[in-house]
Nanobody, 116 residues
Framework: QVQLVESGGGLVQPGGSLRLSCAAS????????MNWGRQAPGKGRELVAT????????YYADSIKGRFTISRDNAKNTVYLEMNSLKPEDTAVYYC?????????WGQGTQVTVSS
């Protein structure tokens, strides 16, 4: 079955950096676009970044454009989210997501807290 396991979250000061990882299994990773989303307290889930299956194209939400970078390693079945210049409003649970055979899958999420 499809499994997505995020890691790398934590507490960071404003202006700091974190790198999130998502290990995928149970589907053909190299054939699937991958996504990162987040859900802040009291808000709905927001898609923040997408990468095509080859990594040749990426999409970013305006809220994180220029600060976050999505990448992938198809040999390791892993997608990453490099987050720089973090702001308190980036505080959220971050999820990776995949669409496989018409179904949407989400990981369990990793908490990112930006606070001094």
């Amino acid at each position: 079955q499809v499994q997505l396991v995020e890691s790398g979250g934590g507490l960071v000061q404003p202006g700091g950096s974190l790198r999130l990882s998502c290990a995928a299994s149970g589907f053909t990773f190299s054939s699937s676009p991958m996504n990162w989303g987040r859900q802040a307290p009291g808000k709905g889930r927001e898609l923040v970044a997408t990468i095509t299956n080859t990594g040749g194209n990426t999409y970013y939400a305006d809220s994180i454009k220029g600060r976050f970078t999505i990448s992938r390693d198809n040999a390791k079945n892993t997608v990453y989210l490099e987050m720089n210049s973090l702001k308190p409003e980036d505080t959220a649970v971050y999820y990776c997501a995949a669409v496989w055979r018409g179904l949407h899958y989400w990981g369990q999420g990793t908490q990112v807290t930006v606070s001094s």
